[in-house]
């Protein structure tokens, strides 16, 4: 099967700077995508990017998109306790029906 | 207003029953999903629902069975429970038509078999 891979756990300090890496299967994805869960919560998605931008910034997010290593990053500036989640980038196919493949999964974890 | 709910939160039962977990979306979508979710957090997609009509069938054990009332309702029946059943089972919806294609989830049902 297709899988797409993440670190599993990330740990920082209160206001440095995390920087969560995913690696991607599917060169045609259209979009890609940030997901975060809380705990006990479902995913809410963060942020996105399409396919044909290279870096998204939105506020102290940052997404880059390395298309020909299907590379894909997320940098969260200024990490706060309220950012310890689970991070999951997700793919989403070109085409057809929706079927959304999700990352392993980053955890952060925020030290105060 | 909660815009995907899911019931019950969470369900403990033993090997070999039967359960039900039922999920509603108010926020008008097309499409709607059933992920399950592992110890390990891994998400992984069931089934997908677009108008009551399956578009997406993963590999999944046909004890497994989804059924759309109408669009704004999936639920999950699982028959003969098996412990390998137990995780975090998440109901999703999206509409299809829209360009971002953003999932909204539901909070989850743990589901504990011994």
């Known amino acids: 099967g297709e899988d797409v891979e993440q670190s599993l756990f990330l740990s920082v300090r209160e206001g440095d700077s995390s920087v969560i890496n995913c690696t991607y299967t599917?060169?045609?994805?259209?979009?890609l995508y940030w997901y975060k869960q809380e705990p006990g919560a479902g995913l809410q998605l963060l942020t996105y990017?399409?396919?044909?931008?290279d870096m998204k910034q939105d506020q102290r997010l940052t997404v880059l998109l390395n298309k020909k290593d299907k590379h894909l990053s997320l940098r969260i500036a200024d990490t706060q306790t309220g950012d310890s989640a689970i991070y999951f980038c997700?793919?989403?196919?070109?085409?057809?029906?929706?079927?959304?493949?999700f990352g392993t999964g980053t955890k952060l974890q925020v030290i105060p | 207003d909660t815009a995907v709910s899911q019931t019950p939160k969470y369900l403990v039962t033993q090997m070999g029953n039967d359960k039900s977990i039922k999920c509603e979306q108010n926020?008008?979508?097309?499409?709607m999903y059933w992920y399950k979710q592992d110890s390990k957090k891994f998400l992984k997609i069931m089934f997908s629902?677009?108008?009551?009509?399956?578009?997406i069938n993963e590999t999944v054990p046909n004890r497994f069975s989804p059924k759309s009332p109408d669009k704004a309702h999936l639920n999950l029946h699982i028959n003969s429970l098996e412990l390998g059943d137990s995780a975090v089972y998440f109901c999703?919806?999206?509409?299809?038509?829209?360009?971002?294609?953003?999932?909204?989830f539901g909070e989850g049902s743990r589901l504990t078999v011994l």
């Open positions: 926020l008008g979508h097309d499409t």
């Open positions: 629902y677009n108008n009551k009509e399956l578009i």
């Open positions: 997700a793919e989403n196919p070109s085409g057809g029906y929706q079927k959304v493949t």
């Open positions: 990017i399409f396919s044909n931008m």
């Open positions: 999703a919806s999206s509409q299809l038509a829209g360009a971002l294609g953003e999932l909204f």
């Open positions: 599917d060169s045609s994805s259209t979009y």
